[in-house]
């Protein structure tokens, strides 16, 4: 059974950059997608962006346009997320969520997700 | 303010049925499947029903989803106290091009 795990916890300072891993153990990139989806403190799931590993294609949501890269090496069955220009209001959980398949639009939805990683970004 | 429009909460009482319900567009639930997830809190997201109806493997059959035109609801029968969660529908945008959440669902089991 593949199981997503992410980078520890993370302190950014404003302006600076961050960058969160996760890891498949137990199985492989392969004919999956990968999604980053975020929570800030209190409020609901927002979602990143994602990435088809075998392609190397990624989608991103346009509030993160130009902010936002997420890479993945499928060597390691890595995914990485980074986000550029922290501001306080990224302070949030990241998490990165498996979809099996790899077409557009998705039909089966994120069935495993990672842990979490806490980015607090406070000066 | 989010794509999809749920109601902040809803309630019952242990052995009840409650509905929750997710409003979207033509663009997204009018044109794509229809997700829930529930989150317990402190933990990460779980996929309880996919493909407007379907539910994974282990999901009990008291949680059932239906989609119609624009809207789905997720039910929830035979309320236990353990399904005091939050709950979020989720749905794919083809004017964005990319995944769209409702707002979540408080349920509270009285």
């Known amino acids: 059974q593949v199981r997503l795990v992410q980078s520890g916890a993370e302190v950014k300072k404003p302006g600076s950059s961050v960058k969160v891993s996760c890891k498949a153990s137990g199985g492989t990139f392969s004919n999956y997608a990968i999604s980053w989806v975020r929570q800030a403190p209190g409020q609901g799931l927002e979602w990143m962006g994602g990435i088809i590993p075998i392609f190397g294609a990624t989608t991103y949501a346009q509030k993160f346009q130009g902010r936002v890269t997420i890479t993945a090496d499928t060597s390691s069955s890595t995914a990485h997320l980074e986000l550029s220009s922290l501001r306080s209001d990224d302070t949030a959980v990241y998490y990165c969520a498996r979809e099996i398949g790899v077409g557009t639009p998705p039909m089966n939805g994120m069935d495993v997700w990672g842990q979490g990683t806490t980015v607090t970004v406070s000066s | 303010q989010s794509v999809l429009t749920q109601p902040p909460s809803a309630s019952g009482t242990p052995g009840q049925r409650v509905t929750i319900s997710c409003s979207g567009s033509?663009?997204?639930?009018?044109?794509?499947?229809v997700f829930w997830y529930q989150q317990l809190p402190g933990t990460a997201p779980k996929l309880l029903i996919y493909?407007?109806?379907q539910r994974p493997s282990g999901v009990p059959d008291r949680f059932s989803g239906s989609k119609s035109g624009t809207s789905a609801s997720l039910a929830i029968s035979g309320l236990r106290s353990e399904d005091e969660a939050n709950y979020y529908c989720?749905?794919?945008?083809?004017?964005?091009?990319?995944?769209?959440f409702g707002g979540g669902t408080k349920l509270t089991v009285l």
């Open positions: 033509s663009s997204n639930i009018g044109s794509n499947f």
């Open positions: 989720a749905t794919w945008d083809d004017s964005l091009s990319g995944w769209v």
């Open positions: 493909r407007n109806n």
